[in-house]
């Protein structure tokens, strides 16, 4: 069985392939030909371990994803399997994976939701996932300038990404970041909103990618309560796990107003009807993202492998 690590999926999967991966994956979902296993969370002793999984007959791959949470850090592995034969194809370390695969589905959709001129990112965490967002989200969207607001962020964070993805990037306060913003990202582990919802600008699209948990929320009710509509990855899931969702109110948040992403991705259920709706994308990252990338890496590494041989 073949080990898959980090650096060997920085070597042979873009953040193109990622995006492809995606949109196949949810697509594949959304008309049924695909089953998604929920996030399982066993804790003791300041230990949690999570799993969650996936089923893909399309790709010929299933598998799932298992990992660690100790004060605050995660270590992921994911087991992949034929659903040709049942036999395991490959382990991978994952953390590759889940930064690749979490910002190509921001950019899946920021390209059916955000308005065609969109040219200012305001960005929320300068983290791991925070910068992989600005990378895919500059390179697939006209993006002009990217205004970053993080606290933690080193003093060369705004330089360093401005190298990166070619374009201006600039520290901002956060309500100033949120009102310019045409693009919201928020990728912190921020317990209460980060922001005031009613500065955030008509048209704007947010996507909230930072926590997944029932209890800590990035966004107010005033922004869901603006929002045209929200759209999660599987709302099974997504209704149990994130905190935005779980503590709005609900005449904030109607059930009405939830869409899921292969409906969008499928067009078969608008989420935006007008320029200047506000759309925001709630990701708390699902089984069927991690398998389907996973599947597509170790069908790159495996061919190379045997050229190479």
Same mark, same amino acid.
């Given at each position: 069985?073949?080990?898959?690590?980090? /650096?060997?999926?920085?070597? %042979?999967?873009?953040?193109?392939?990622?995006?492809?991966?995606?949109?196949?994956? #949810?697509?594949?979902?959304?008309?049924?030909?695909?089953?998604?296993?929920?996030?399982?969370?066993?804790?003791?002793?300041?230990?949690?371990?999570?799993?969650?999984?996936?089923?893909?007959?399309?790709?010929?791959?299933?598998?799932?994803?298992?990992?660690?949470?100790?004060?605050?850090? #995660?270590?992921?592995?994911?087991?992949? #399997? !034929?659903?040709?034969?049942?036999?395991?194809?490959?382990? #991978?370390?994952?953390?590759?994976?889940?930064?690749?695969?979490? /910002?190509?589905?921001?950019?899946?959709?920021?390209?059916?939701?955000?308005?065609?001129?969109?040219?200012?990112?305001?960005?929320?965490?300068?983290?791991?996932?925070?910068?992989? %967002?600005?990378?895919?989200?500059?390179?697939?969207?006209?993006?002009?300038?990217?205004?970053?607001?993080?606290?933690?962020?080193?003093?060369?964070?705004?330089?360093?990404?401005? !190298?990166?993805?070619?374009?201006?990037?600039?520290?901002? *306060?956060?309500?100033?970041?949120?009102? /310019? /913003?045409?693009?919201?990202?928020?990728?912190?582990?921020?317990?209460?909103?980060?922001?005031?919802?009613?500065?955030?600008?008509?048209?704007?699209?947010?996507?909230?990618?930072?926590?997944?948990?029932? %209890?800590?929320?990035?966004?107010?009710?005033?922004?869901?309560?603006?929002?045209?509509?929200?759209?999660?990855?599987?709302?099974?899931?997504?209704?149990?796990?994130?905190?935005?969702?779980?503590?709005?109110?609900?005449?904030?948040?109607?059930?009405?107003?939830?869409?899921?992403?292969?409906?969008?991705?499928?067009?078969?259920? *608008?989420?935006?009807? %007008?320029?200047?709706?506000?759309?925001?994308?709630?990701?708390?990252?699902?089984?069927?993202?991690?398998?389907?990338?996973?599947?597509?890496?170790?069908?790159?590494?495996?061919?190379?492998?045997?050229?190479?041989?």
């Amino acid at each position: 069985m073949l080990h898959v690590t980090d /650096a060997m999926i920085d070597r %042979h999967v873009t953040a193109a392939d990622a995006q492809a991966a995606m949109l196949d994956a #949810f697509r594949s979902f959304g008309r049924g030909d695909a089953a998604m296993q929920e996030r399982i969370r066993t804790e003791a002793g300041g230990v949690k371990l999570s799993t969650l999984g996936a089923v893909i007959p399309a790709q010929q791959v299933a598998g799932a994803k298992v990992y660690t949470t100790i004060a605050g850090q #995660f270590s992921f592995v994911i087991l992949l #399997f !034929s659903t040709v034969d049942g036999r395991p194809l490959a382990s #991978f370390d994952a953390g590759a994976i889940t930064r690749l695969r979490t /910002a190509a589905c921001t950019v899946l959709a920021a390209r059916k939701l955000a308005t065609p001129g969109a040219s200012t990112l305001a960005l929320f965490g300068a983290g791991t996932q925070g910068v992989q %967002h600005a990378l895919q989200l500059s390179a697939a969207l006209p993006l002009r300038q990217v205004l970053v607001c993080d606290p933690y962020a080193a003093p060369d964070a705004a330089d360093r990404l401005a !190298s990166q993805c070619g374009i201006p990037v600039a520290f901002a *306060p956060a309500e100033a970041a949120a009102s /310019a /913003a045409d693009i919201i990202v928020t990728a912190s582990r921020s317990t209460t909103p980060l922001f005031p919802g009613n500065v955030v600008k008509p048209g704007a699209f947010v996507a909230a990618i930072g926590s997944s948990l029932p %209890h800590t929320r990035e966004l107010d009710d005033t922004l869901l309560a603006r929002a045209a509509a929200v759209v999660v990855e599987w709302r099974q899931q997504s209704l149990r796990e994130a905190g935005d969702l779980v503590l709005a109110d609900k005449a904030a948040l109607p059930d009405s107003k939830i869409v899921e992403l292969a409906d969008v991705l499928l067009d078969t259920e *608008p989420a935006r009807r %007008h320029a200047d709706d506000i759309v925001i994308y709630k990701s708390v990252g699902v089984g069927l993202e991690d398998v389907a990338l996973a599947g597509v890496a170790w069908q790159r590494i495996a061919a190379a492998q045997a050229v190479a041989a």
